[in-house]
C-alpha cells in the first residue's frame, strides 16, 4: 500500500471524527429551559465559536485527504 493513501485515508478519518466533535460542540452550547410556561434560552458563544472552527478543520483535513487518495491513482 502507498504511503500517500495511508495518509489520505487517516486525514479523511481525522476529518470525520473532529466534524463530530465540532457538531456536538455546538449542539452542547446551547441550551433551553421551560420554566412556568417561560421558555429560558442560554449560549455559549465562545463554544459554538470552538465548534465551527473544528468543523472548518474537518472539512480541510477531509478534502485534504480525497485529494491525496485521487492523486496517488
Do not use: D, H, P, W
Not at 10 to 31: D, R, V
Amino acid at each position: 500500500m502507498n504511503t500517500t493513501k495511508i495518509i489520505g485515508t487517516i486525514l479523511i478519518i481525522l476529518g470525520i471524527g473532529l466534524g463530530y466533535l465540532g457538531f456536538n460542540k455546538i449542539s452542547e452550547s446551547t441550551n433551553s429551559v421551560n420554566v412556568l410556561g417561560v421558555k429560558i434560552e442560554a449560549s455559549n458563544e465562545s463554544g459554538k465559536q470552538e465548534g465551527y472552527l473544528y468543523i472548518g478543520l474537518a472539512i480541510v483535513l477531509f478534502v485534504g485527504g480525497v485529494y491525496s487518495l485521487n492523486r496517488s491513482k
